[in-house]
């Protein structure tokens, strides 16, 4: 033992042992009691480990606290508002769709559908009436150069798209155009599993029973598309009306095709609501079905003004009081 040693141990009052354990080996500073140490009994050394990194301390984490997903100033939770839609009188000439517009020309229809699918007109029209100066015929559009009619078309979304449908449209227009008595398969339109026993390439003419449309083979052509078409354009290319409202029918018996419409978007499903009301009919969208229409509602209809959706249906408000109410105007 070092003399300095002895010497601090004695100025303690310390015996020489003290530095030594029970056993013949000294104490280690890695006690047997952590876990994760080889086994030992009081009869056999420590064995000795190297010895670990003491650990750092880690900084305490403060929560935060979350910030409220429900405003303080706004304790309810903001719901969408009810769907809307003003109603001109039903002796208005026109309800105001872009549709009627071009009704006689279902080529730029085509086209405005697929401007109009997931977005509002009022982004909308003013695009596609640039469009329409920049590309006025078909042969025009067939011919547009993409990355232009992309950029023309970015404010839209899904530019790319639109401008790919809009230019092959026009291509296959050129090529296979609507005609009298050549209707093609448009698989689950109008009704889930419609169209099934056609073949995709089959062409069917008006004597066969099947379900199948007209523009039915014309990329980009959809639900929307082919309401919007039925509704305005297929009277006149069938050469039974010079319009959608019978105007010149070849028969007395005549039922203009927008009667047997059952559109899925909302506006045209306003529009059909106004024209049934032109008839004083209630209809269903849903079903098709039809009830006469009360005075109440007539004089509504007669009026014009604001409408909502309930369940589905067009109800057109019924007093001032009301729509203030509601806060429609």
């Not at 013949?24 to 064995?47: F, K, M, P, Q």
């Not at 296979?176 to 698989?187: D, M, S, W």
């Not at 073949?199 to 199948?212: G, L």
């Not at 105007?247 to 909302?266: C, M, N, R, Y």
Request: hydrophobic share 35%; charged share 25%; aromatic share 8%.
């Amino acid at each position: 033992m070092p003399e300095e040693t002895r010497l601090l141990l004695e100025k303690l009052d310390l015996s020489s042992d003290f530095l030594c354990s029970d056993s013949d080996t000294c104490l280690s500073d890695v006690h047997s009691s952590i876990a994760g140490d080889e086994e030992t009994n009081s009869h056999s050394a420590v064995v000795p480990r190297t010895p670990t990194k003491k650990s750092v301390p880690q900084p305490v984490k403060l929560s935060r606290s979350k910030i409220p997903k429900i405003s303080p100033y706004f304790p309810n939770p903001l719901i969408e508002p009810e769907s809307c839609l003003p109603f001109p009188p039903i002796d208005a000439p026109s309800f105001g769709l872009i549709q009627e517009q071009l009704a006689h020309d279902p080529f730029r229809l085509l086209i405005a559908t697929i401007f109009l699918n997931r977005t509002r007109g009022g982004v909308a029209i003013p695009v596609l009436f640039q469009v329409f100066n920049r590309y006025p015929t078909v042969e025009a559009m067939a011919a547009a150069e993409l990355s232009e009619l992309v950029s023309m078309m970015h404010s839209l979304g899904f530019q790319n798209q639109r401008a790919k449908k809009c230019i092959s449209l026009a291509q296959t227009w050129l090529a296979n155009p609507p005609t009298k008595g050549k209707r093609y398969r448009e698989l689950h339109y109008p009704r889930k599993m419609d169209g099934r026993d056609i073949s995709q390439d089959e062409c069917i003419d008006d004597n066969d029973p099947r379900v199948a449309w007209e523009i039915a083979h014309l990329p980009g052509v959809g639900a929307y598309s082919l309401d919007s078409w039925r509704i305005f354009c297929r009277d006149e290319l069938r050469g039974l009306a010079r319009d959608w409202n019978g105007t010149g029918a070849q028969t007395s018996d005549f039922i203009p095709e927008w009667k047997s419409v059952l559109p899925h978007d909302k506006e045209l499903r306003a529009y059909l609501t106004w024209m049934w009301l032109k008839e004083r009919w209630a209809w269903d969208r849903e079903t098709g079905e039809r009830t006469r229409a009360s005075e109440k509602m007539m004089r509504a209809a007669r009026r014009g003004g604001v409408a909502h959706e309930e369940e589905g249906n067009w109800v057109l408000e019924m007093s001032p009081m009301k729509k203030v109410a509601n806060g429609l105007t």
